[in-house]
């Protein structure tokens, strides 16, 4: 599955369209391979449902979501909920072989992205902020990390 690293900054033109970053193009292009497979050059945008933002998942990710969403049941409450939440406004976006792509209006709406923007990786998954939220956002996570004295869970190292 695709790995993102890094932020991005990049500015939105007046037709919607924007460059996706090289780095985050390198990582999905590997993850598909075979440059005539129907999802070389493509990846997934959708609202998320917790942030003003856009998340972004390779075709791997959104089909492992789609996966793990089949164990629920399937007219339950939850599994309506989800799916909605994580599929109803999703969108297959494609670029081209410079790396543009038309950003929705809807995502742009729904995500209040103005003219600059950011887009922020998430290991598996990235996001797209508005430049000046994003900044914020990235100085109030840092000091509650701080403040968390947040660790990653595992294998604990020899003192």
Same mark, same amino acid.
């Given at each position: 599955?695709?790995?993102?690293?890094?932020?991005?900054?990049?500015?939105?033109?007046?037709?919607?369209?924007?460059?996706?970053?090289? %780095?985050?193009?390198?990582?999905? !292009?590997?993850?598909? $391979? @075979?440059?005539?497979?129907?999802? /070389?050059? &493509?990846?997934?945008?959708?609202?998320?449902?917790?942030?003003?933002?856009?998340?972004?998942?390779?075709?791997?990710?959104?089909?492992?979501?789609?996966?793990?969403?089949?164990?629920?049941?399937?007219?339950?409450? %939850?599994?309506?909920?989800?799916? !909605?939440?994580?599929? $109803? @406004?999703?969108?297959?976006?494609? /670029?081209? &072989?410079?790396?543009?792509?038309?950003?929705?209006?809807?995502?742009?709406?729904?995500?209040?992205?103005?003219?600059?923007?950011?887009?922020?990786?998430?290991?598996?998954?990235?996001?797209?902020?508005?430049?000046?939220?994003?900044?914020?956002?990235?100085?109030?996570?840092?000091?509650?990390?701080?403040?968390?004295?947040?660790?990653?869970?595992?294998?604990?190292?020899?003192?």
């Amino acid at each position: 599955m695709a790995l993102f690293f890094n932020s991005h900054r990049a500015k939105l033109d007046k037709k919607g369209r924007v460059s996706f970053p090289a %780095e985050f193009r390198a990582a999905l !292009e590997e993850d598909i $391979g @075979d440059p005539t497979h129907k999802d /070389y050059r &493509a990846f997934y945008l959708r609202p998320h449902h917790l942030y003003d933002c856009c998340e972004g998942l390779s075709p791997k990710k959104l089909h492992s979501l789609a996966e793990r969403l089949n164990q629920l049941d399937d007219y339950s409450e %939850e599994a309506e909920r989800l799916r !909605e939440t994580l599929f $109803g @406004d999703t969108a297959r976006i494609v /670029y081209d &072989a410079e790396g543009r792509f038309s950003m929705p209006q809807n995502l742009i709406a729904d995500a209040k992205i103005g003219e600059s923007l950011v887009f922020t990786a998430r290991g598996d998954t990235f996001h797209v902020w508005d430049e000046q939220a994003f900044e914020q956002r990235r100085a109030g996570q840092r000091q509650q990390g701080r403040t968390d004295r947040l660790t990653v869970p595992g294998e604990r190292r020899a003192p």
